[in-house]
């Protein structure tokens, strides 16, 4: 019954609870809940005081201050004998922090530490403590989010996983919690070893975290269900990697695990640190990816799989429908979610390398236009720039990516340039990104036309006529895994590739021979397409590129044209500072918020933002107005007025790009948005035209003014509404609506100067 009832995200909890209160395991129990009491060094409101974080409901919570150093901690009552903690992490999780004890609330002692958590639900285990208060301890440095806490519940030890098949006589509880490292006692089959941990109740986990200590020959976790059936939850073959990652693909109720491990030469395997993966930790083939990239070949990988922050920059057309992204090293997710292309060079010696682990510099055409380059040095003598640059093209939008490599040297340089079609983006999965499954992938045409098609649809041609190339699929534990294949200077025999994960990749080889000052370009484009993706997130196959037009020798002539098209458009804005490096970021931020817009939708980026925000669009207008962009900025307030503005004159906060209202985050709750408009046709007056210029937006002026009158005298002085019409129409209190008025008032009085109207202040 409880599995039919319950989501697993809440089935761990009420199995924890389930525990606490047994009878079964009344040894050493912890006082009642209902004598137990929280308390915090801080809470953000009422609404997220501390009781919240033990009132077992697993949707409220704590919520402490936006500032480090942060605790939560329980009064259990009575001093009790604890042996592990439950924490249901909100998204403001702290990724280091400790468990601390005390039996008077005074002297607080550490008895679990970690470094790096995940997040979600931790099931953490200690060895056994007297004690009465335990607490929750964000270090001095934490998130800016702050710490906040669905659920914090301590157990006694007796209730807490028990471990059997350890070397020594302590009960392994250390292992836990970065404890001393133990070996495997337990025989198992085939002469393996083996210890089973012993859960009091079954629990809902995806698996467990092995952190080792030496070598071992594969680890395979097994779960025994309620029937006392043991089976397989996942495997780890060889002795690659500190770590096994072992996680089935859904989280299930285990009563017991075991781990089976192989010995290698011999040698006892040894245990570092366990730790159990919550349910939301169930293996991905986004994490599966991940664990193969922190094993053979590791630095050829990108840095966001291990877990490094990647900065990138937008290229694209003005109001481009669809636009590239491009990384700090090189690399391009050539449309929204799509693959990465990466690019690693192997010298005739066998020696890779990829820019991540170089020093690079960066530029903007002419300091301030959006066309970025990466420039770093290969190897002694070897240069490579990287250039990204987007053309309107056969109704689309076209990106061209270049890299060019150069003999600096004295000596002739050769190797290979791979460029591998990788199944994830360049924005991190904590940036919304993470993977982009290619379950089908193939490499079509000659060596002089070739085209790479990802599930479907053209990707990109090379240019550059390629000499090898191959795709290949990831295979069980990555053993296919495309790296290997750029590392050893080879390609998979196939052409086509097939993944049931969506973990697939492609390889292009370029072979390079230099004479001292020679330079060889490898020149890729990207057809962007003119139709918006499915609701799959999938675009359509775009019209295809002109191969007359678009040449590897042509791009020099398609990138100057693009450059002088900038130069037009914002080059002679007339602003003269000491510091000609100020002019060039105005420029460049104009000519960015140019390439983020949809259409005429004013977005703040062009990946997280699918959305318009009259606050975003008002004050992007307000700037480009003053750029001498009276047009765009023009065509966005036709856009948003036609649109948003309502007869009773609320003004929508969000649209989406096709001009729609957007009801889901922010809908109409967000009331400055009738002083943003007022704002924006106010600087259209100003900078665009003057009065007449603006007035046929008077109705809508007014009709905005109007309603935020009528909803400031619709609330009392405590700023409560005296008569609602209708659920969601006023907000919690007055402070919006009288923010709105005193900071756009003065536009609308402005406006009425101009237009000669009243009613308008």
Do not use: C
């Amino acid at each position: 019954m409880l599995a039919r009832t319950f989501p697993r995200s809440l089935r761990l909890s009420l199995a924890l609870a389930t525990l606490l209160a047994t009878p079964a395991f009344a040894a050493d129990r912890l006082p009642p809940r209902t004598e137990w009491k929280a308390s915090s060094s801080s809470q953000q409101v009422p609404a997220l005081a501390p009781q919240h974080a033990i009132d077992t409901d697993e949707t409220t919570r704590w919520g402490g201050a936006f500032s480090p150093g942060q605790w939560f901690q329980v009064d259990l009552g009575k001093v009790a004998k604890v042996g592990g903690v439950r924490i249901h992490w909100d998204s403001g999780f702290a990724a280091s922090y400790s468990i601390q004890t005390s039996v008077d609330g005074k002297d607080f002692h550490p008895v679990y530490t970690v470094t790096d958590s995940p997040g979600g639900t931790e099931y953490l285990v200690f060895p056994a403590t007297e004690a009465r208060f335990v607490r929750l301890a964000a270090p001095a440095r934490t998130a800016d989010w702050g710490v906040s806490v669905f659920e914090f519940e301590p157990f006694a030890a007796s209730d807490a996983a028990r471990i059997d098949g350890l070397d020594g006589k302590d009960d392994g509880a250390s292992l836990w919690s970065d404890g001393h490292a133990r070996g495997i006692a337990g025989k198992g089959p085939g002469g393996t070893r083996q210890l089973e941990i012993a859960l009091p109740r079954p629990l809902d986990i995806a698996g467990v975290e092995v952190l080792w200590d030496g070598p071992r020959d594969g680890a395979t976790l097994q779960a025994r269900d309620a029937r006392g059936a043991w089976s397989a939850l996942d495997s780890d073959p060889g002795s690659l990697g500190e770590s096994s990652y072992l996680a089935a693909r859904e989280a299930r109720d285990a009563g017991a695990l075991r781990l089976v491990v192989g010995m290698k030469d011999g040698a006892t395997p040894r245990i570092k640190r366990l730790r159990f993966l919550g349910p939301l930790r169930a293996m991905t083939p986004m994490k599966r990816y991940q664990i193969a990239a922190s094993r053979a070949h590791a630095d050829l990988f990108p840095s966001s799989l291990h877990m490094q922050q990647v900065y990138w920059t937008a290229v694209g057309v003005p109001a481009g429908l669809q636009k590239s992204i491009f990384d700090e090293y090189g690399n391009i997710e050539p449309f929204k979610g799509g693959p990465q292309i990466q690019a690693i060079w192997r010298d005739a010696s066998g020696r890779t390398a990829v820019s991540d682990g170089a020093e690079r510099s960066h530029a903007l055409r002419d300091g301030w236009k959006p066309m970025p380059s990466v420039s770093w040095t290969v190897q002694p003598g070897l240069s490579m720039t990287s250039e990204a640059v987007a053309v309107q093209a056969s109704g689309q939008p076209v990106v061209l990516l270049r890299h060019r490599l150069r003999n600096t040297g004295t000596t002739p340089v050769d190797g290979t340039l791979s460029l591998v079609v990788r199944p994830i983006q360049v924005n991190p999965p904590w940036q919304n990104g993470g993977a982009s499954p290619i379950h089908d992938i193939a490499i079509t045409g000659d060596t002089a036309s070739t085209n790479v098609r990802v599930e479907g649809r053209t990707l990109l041609a090379s240019l550059t006529p390629v000499d090898q190339a191959g795709a290949a699929p990831f295979g069980a534990h990555g053993e296919t895994e495309i790296t290997a294949n750029a590392a050893a200077g080879t390609v998979p025999g196939a052409k086509e590739a097939h993944d049931a994960d969506g973990l697939a990749a492609g390889l292009l080889g370029y072979r390079v021979h230099l004479a001292p000052g020679e330079q060889r370009d490898v020149v890729l484009v990207f057809p962007l397409g003119n139709a918006p993706a499915d609701a799959n997130g999938r675009l359509p196959e775009p019209p295809p590129v002109d191969r007359s037009v678009f040449t590897a020798a042509g791009y020099d002539v398609l990138a100057a044209r693009v450059s002088d098209e900038w130069q037009k458009r914002l080059g002679g804005v007339g602003i003269s500072l000491p510091d000609k490096s100020l002019v060039d970021i105005l420029r460049s931020q104009a000519a960015y918020m140019l390439v983020n817009q949809t259409g005429h939708a004013m977005q703040a980026g062009p990946r997280n933002y699918n959305r318009s925000f009259i606050r975003d669009g008002a004050a992007t207008a307000s700037i480009l107005l003053r750029m001498g962009e009276v047009k765009t900025a023009r065509d966005y307030l036709d856009w948003y007025a036609a649109h948003a503005v309502h007869e009773n004159g609320l003004v929508s906060p969000i649209l989406n790009a096709d001009g729609s209202v957007n009801r889901g985050f922010g809908s109409d709750i967000e009331y400055d948005s009738q002083g943003e408009f007022i704002n924006l046709v106010a600087d259209v007056a100003r900078f665009g035209g003057g009065p007449d210029s603006v007035k046929d937006y008077l109705p809508k002026v007014r009709a905005a003014m109007r309603f935020m009158q009528e909803l400031r005298e619709s609330h009392d002085g405590a700023g409560l509404p005296v008569e609602p019409a209708r659920a969601g129409t006023f907000p919690r209190d007055h402070r919006a609506v009288d923010q709105s008025r005193r900071l756009f008032q003065p536009h609308a009085q402005l406006l009425g100067r101009l237009l000669g109207a009243e009613g308008l202040a």
